[in-house]
């Protein structure tokens, strides 16, 4: 322990000399602030969940705000126009139509009223919202994608394909839907435990994942070929992140000591870390966000309130601290809005979405560049990926790699997608991923799957039992036919 407090003192001592060092001094970010919404523009009376999952629970875009709220029997979640803000009442309209708890809720980054929810339920479902929001309760999905065993923890649509969805079961397996046709069409079968995250570089051409299994892999997605592997002793990883195209990797985990760190990673070579700095000794998860196009790594710890924020570089020391937001209220969770719904007349370059379960609270948190000029800045807000997608599901899944189409954010940049979802009309059958048959003989592995899978054979026995009464009357029917054929005079 004297080592790690020796080792975190000259950390420390190390830090303060950085901070007078030129380089370091002439970033453009180094005043970055962090500015609270007013209470009449934060979400209020929220019933948040209060599951203990490890994941956001809220799913922002530049119309709508969606967060999984609390909810006796089944799963549900509110999705609220963001200009609607202020109080929420209780009997506000809801998604409600998993009969599990939902673990998770991702916007389509193409297609702004299509979101994607996952849950306990085994399912993983695509919810199309109407304009201006809802205006009933929604039990109806546009299309239920059944083909995990158990519950399923995480969704992630890819970045620059439109209907490529990705999601992680507890079954240790990713599935690959083409929402096109509404099916699982790969596979990606490499882990032993529960995925606990999964990140995309900026071409979508690789998948980072996090693992129970204390494993860090970076997988090529469509062959599911794990390319590259770190089974991490020291540093226990949690959470990881692709920092764009920089071809690296930063993870947030645990050291031996049970501190709070984060360890940064070559992309191409994962046999140790290029750093591992110590955070703090708090116990929470700490999420990383990273936007590039200001290379600026956001931390924020789950349970307290606190977001540090980093400038990454290139070049050793590769992160350099910048500021400490901080608020005495804990978030249980953070949405992240993307650039282009951002105010860039203000100099926003990145706004968080707080979840603040005690008092049932969203709190917007826009991270500001403090300038003087009216202008648009030009420098802190470059070409960003856009709302149009560069590939077709079919393109993507036949080898292609594509750069995000990339948009500016100057005035008349709210271009709306011209892009509108059709959900393939689906019959029921068996659904085969890499020559096994995902639905079939599928042991229940909790009491609830169990229940679960009783009443659908349940269902299914009634729908049998009635398809062959029906089967019978029709049988009599046609012998009583046949017999009266026989038995007319034209016979005789």
């Given at each position: 322990?004297?080592?790690?407090?020796?080792?975190?003192v000259l950390?420390?001592?190390?830090?303060s000399?950085?901070?007078?060092?030129?380089?370091?001094?002439?970033?453009?970010?180094?005043?970055?602030y962090?500015?609270?919404?007013?209470r009449?523009?934060?979400?209020?009376?929220?019933?948040?969940?209060?599951n203990?999952h490890?994941?956001?629970f809220?799913?922002?875009?530049?119309?709508?705000?969606?967060?999984?709220?609390e909810?006796?029997?089944?799963?549900?979640?509110?999705?609220?126009?963001?200009?609607?803000?202020?109080?929420?009442?209780?009997?506000?309209?809801?998604v409600?139509?998993?009969?599990g708890?939902?673990?998770?809720?991702?916007?389509?980054p193409?297609?702004?009223?299509?979101?994607a929810?996952c849950?306990e339920?085994?399912?993983?479902?695509i919810?199309?919202?109407p304009?201006?929001?809802?205006?009933?309760?929604?039990?109806?999905?546009?299309?239920?994608?059944y083909?995990h065993s158990?519950?399923?923890?995480l969704?992630?649509?890819?970045?620059?394909?439109?209907n490529?969805?990705?999601?992680?079961?507890?079954?240790?397996k990713?599935l690959?839907w083409?929402?096109?046709?509404?099916?699982?069409?790969k596979?990606?079968?490499?882990?032993?435990?529960?995925?606990?995250c999964m990140?995309f570089?900026t071409?979508?051409s690789?998948?980072a994942?996090s693992?129970k299994d204390?494993?860090?892999?970076v997988?090529?997605?469509r062959s599911?070929?794990v390319?590259q592997e770190?089974?991490?002793?020291?540093?226990?990883?949690?959470r990881v992140?692709f920092?764009?195209?920089?071809?690296?990797?930063?993870?947030?985990?645990?050291s031996?000591?049970?501190?709070?760190?984060i360890?940064?990673?070559?992309?191409e070579?994962l046999?140790?870390?290029l750093?591992e700095?110590?955070i703090d000794?708090l116990?929470?998860?700490?999420?990383?966000f990273?936007?590039?196009d200001?290379?600026?790594?956001?931390l924020?710890?789950k349970?307290?309130?606190?977001i540090?924020?980093?400038?990454i570089?290139s070049?050793?020391?590769?992160l350099?601290?910048?500021?400490?937001?901080r608020?005495?209220?804990?978030?249980k969770?953070?949405g992240v809005?993307p650039?282009?719904?951002?105010d860039v007349?203000a100099?926003?370059?990145?706004?968080f979405y707080k979840?603040?379960?005690?008092?049932?609270?969203?709190e917007?948190i826009?991270?500001?560049?403090?300038?003087?000029?009216?202008?648009?800045?030009?420098?802190?807000?470059?070409?960003?990926?856009?709302?149009?997608?560069?590939?077709?599901?079919?393109?993507?899944?036949?080898g292609v790699?594509?750069?995000?189409?990339?948009?500016?954010?100057?005035?008349?940049?709210?271009r709306?997608?011209?892009?509108?979802?059709?959900?393939?009309?689906?019959?029921?059958?068996?659904?085969?991923?890499?020559?096994?048959?995902l639905?079939?003989?599928v042991?229940?592995?909790?009491?609830?799957e169990?229940?679960?899978?009783f009443?659908?054979?349940?269902?299914?026995?009634?729908?049998?039992?009635d398809?062959l009464?029906?089967?019978d009357?029709r049988?009599?029917?046609?012998?009583?036919?046949?017999?009266?054929?026989?038995?007319?005079?034209?016979?005789?």
């Amino acid at each position: 322990m004297r080592d790690l407090h020796k080792s975190s003192v000259l950390g420390s001592k190390h830090g303060s000399l950085m901070s007078w060092r030129p380089q370091y001094r002439s970033s453009k970010f180094r005043n970055v602030y962090g500015k609270v919404a007013s209470r009449e523009h934060c979400f209020d009376g929220i019933p948040i969940t209060k599951n203990v999952h490890d994941n956001h629970f809220c799913a922002v875009n530049a119309r709508f705000l969606a967060i999984v709220t609390e909810s006796a029997g089944g799963g549900s979640f509110l999705v609220i126009p963001l200009e609607q803000t202020g109080r929420i009442e209780p009997n506000y309209p809801k998604v409600c139509g998993h009969q599990g708890n939902v673990l998770d809720i991702k916007w389509n980054p193409f297609i702004e009223n299509i979101i994607a929810s996952c849950s306990e339920d085994t399912s993983v479902r695509i919810w199309e919202i109407p304009e201006g929001g809802l205006k009933r309760n929604m039990t109806e999905a546009v299309l239920e994608l059944y083909g995990h065993s158990r519950r399923v923890g995480l969704v992630e649509w890819h970045p620059t394909t439109n209907n490529i969805l990705f999601s992680a079961g507890y079954d240790y397996k990713v599935l690959i839907w083409n929402l096109d046709i509404g099916e699982p069409v790969k596979m990606i079968d490499c882990h032993t435990d529960v995925i606990l995250c999964m990140s995309f570089n900026t071409d979508g051409s690789l998948l980072a994942t996090s693992c129970k299994d204390k494993k860090l892999r970076v997988v090529e997605p469509r062959s599911g070929r794990v390319l590259q592997e770190a089974s991490c002793k020291n540093h226990r990883v949690n959470r990881v992140v692709f920092l764009g195209s920089t071809k690296r990797l930063l993870t947030t985990g645990v050291s031996r000591w049970n501190t709070r760190q984060i360890a940064l990673w070559d992309q191409e070579d994962l046999s140790m870390p290029l750093i591992e700095e110590e955070i703090d000794g708090l116990s929470g998860l700490l999420f990383p966000f990273y936007d590039a196009d200001t290379h600026m790594l956001y931390l924020a710890g789950k349970g307290d309130g606190n977001i540090r924020y980093y400038e990454i570089g290139s070049e050793k020391p590769y992160l350099s601290y910048l500021m400490e937001f901080r608020s005495p209220a804990p978030q249980k969770g953070l949405g992240v809005m993307p650039k282009h719904g951002l105010d860039v007349s203000a100099c926003e370059v990145f706004r968080f979405y707080k979840l603040v379960t005690l008092k049932g609270l969203i709190e917007p948190i826009s991270m500001i560049v403090p300038r003087r000029s009216e202008t648009y800045q030009e420098d802190i807000y470059p070409m960003t990926p856009g709302t149009e997608p560069a590939l077709t599901p079919d393109e993507w899944l036949s080898g292609v790699n594509r750069d995000p189409i990339l948009m500016s954010l100057k005035e008349g940049y709210k271009r709306t997608s011209k892009i509108v979802f059709k959900a393939p009309v689906k019959e029921k059958r068996s659904v085969v991923v890499n020559g096994i048959d995902l639905l079939e003989n599928v042991p229940p592995r909790t009491e609830n799957e169990l229940l679960r899978m009783f009443f659908r054979q349940q269902d299914e026995i009634r729908r049998l039992k009635d398809e062959l009464s029906q089967k019978d009357i029709r049988i009599r029917q046609l012998q009583l036919e046949l017999k009266n054929l026989r038995n007319s005079p034209k016979n005789n």
